[in-house]
């Protein structure tokens, strides 16, 4: 019984031991952006870890991370939706990429309700981090009931209190500047771009200081 008892122990350690190698390999793999070696090597994970949270946020976060968002969702989606550990950090994460995922796929009220989710939920730091710049990103904190949506061939435009001649004016003028651009680089839009005109001026400063942390994220979502 004790020697039953002892190689028990020992599979449950040797068993921990792998997790734990095969967790800091894929984190390693993650960090170096080889998104494609991370899924893989984590979807036969899938079929060994009980939870399968794990196995799926790598999965899915890469997936998203390679623009690949109709792929990521349902793994992200499983995350969010059984990650019961007391932390809950996995869910966090997953509610953060659900924000992006479900904005790239053209779900606002989805990704605007995930991005909350993760910030109600203060899961870890970074995550919660990520998920309020993003909620701005997304201008989720403005009242655009009071605004008129126009859309384009590629452009969303969102006018503040503009004058018909004036939205005529400016969607003519993006829509040949973007065409006459991209015929250089050729560059794929995995949707719509969302375009915002304010009529009043936002405070320069703070805008300026907004879209200087912003930029770069609304940049790698887009690229």
Known sequence: MKKLLSTLLFLSFLSSLVVANFKKELDISYSRKQYDEVIEKATPYLNVDSTKTEASLFIGRSYADKKEYSK???YLL??????TSWSKWRKS???DYLGRT???LGEYDKSKKSLEACIELAGTKNSVADAKSLFKCFAYDLDLATWKKVETEHFVF???NMTEDKIEKITTSEENAFITING?????LPKKIDYFVWKTKPSSKELIKELKNEVLKISMLYI
């Open 78 to 83: 499983y995350v969010a939706e059984n990650d």
């Open 102 to 104: 479900y904005f790239m």
């Open 72 to 74: 990521a969702l349902p």
């Open 93 to 95: 994460w997953a509610l």
């Open 184 to 188: 250089f680089f050729k560059a794929p």
């Open 158 to 160: 969102y006018f503040q």
